[in-house]
């Protein structure tokens, strides 16, 4: 089956350092999103990019928070720097031009 | 802002009953779809309503989108323990030929055997 794979799975960062998240999306998929899962917001939508172009990053934090699309197989999140409040999973996922997106594994981000 | 609510937030039933899950919003969507996330993993596409009145059956899941497209709804027959997870449901908005995902909190179900 295809995936969405995003690395990394897990990262512990000390507050101040930058993190970078990978994400490759399903080969073919023109429409790529991140979203972070936290227990008391639920998913929040970040931003997402359709055909590598960004289309709406109004979710996300603009002074720490950049997303980009370097290629079509790779989108990249970047928080710089982080705080203890970023702490949460982040989620990417691809779709296809239908309606079903498939979502990675997520990467567990914990800022100390 | 497009918000979506779901209920039950939690629900722990005994194998073999019936429940509904509800999503509802003040909004108007072109697409409802439904996941389902096991712990550690992400969501995972159930099913896509596009049309106002829609049924979709899956297996012992049934999934119904609202007439006006504000709302939608998860029924479960005959309920079993690997059907617990936590289910969300997703509001699309068509923007530029994507589909503009907001999310529900979702509904944390629990069957015991």
């Known amino acids: 089956d295809a995936r969405v794979t995003q690395t990394p799975r897990d990262k512990v960062t000390e507050m101040g350092q930058e993190v970078t998240m990978r994400c490759q999306p399903i080969l073919g998929h023109n429409t790529v999103f991140w979203y972070r899962q936290t227990m008391m917001q639920g998913l929040e939508l970040l931003a997402y990019?359709?055909?590598?172009?960004?289309?709406?990053d109004s979710g996300m934090p603009k002074d720490r928070f950049s997303a980009e699309m370097p290629d079509a197989t790779l989108a990249t999140l970047k928080i710089q720097p982080s705080e203890p409040r970023d702490s949460a999973v982040y989620f990417c996922?691809?779709?296809?031009?239908?309606?079903?997106?498939?979502f990675g594994s997520g990467t567990r981000l914990t800022v100390v | 802002t497009q918000l979506l609510e779901q209920s039950p937030q939690f629900l722990s039933i005994q194998e073999g009953e019936n429940l509904t899950v509800y999503c509802n919003s003040s909004s108007v969507f072109s697409s409802l779809q439904w996941y389902r996330q096991e712990p550690g993993e992400g969501p995972v596409l159930l099913v896509t309503?596009?049309?106002?009145?829609e049924v979709k059956k899956l297996k012992r899941l049934t999934f119904q989108f609202g007439d006006a497209r504000k709302d939608s709804s998860l029924h479960i027959t005959a309920a079993q323990p690997g059907d617990t997870g936590l289910y969300l449901c997703a509001g699309g908005s068509s923007i530029q030929g994507a589909q503009k995902l907001v999310f529900g909190q979702g509904t944390r179900l629990t069957i015991n055997p």
């Open positions: 996922a691809s779709g296809g031009g239908n309606y079903g997106y498939t």
């Open positions: 309503v596009v049309t106002g009145g």
């Open positions: 990019f359709r055909n590598r172009a960004p289309l709406d």
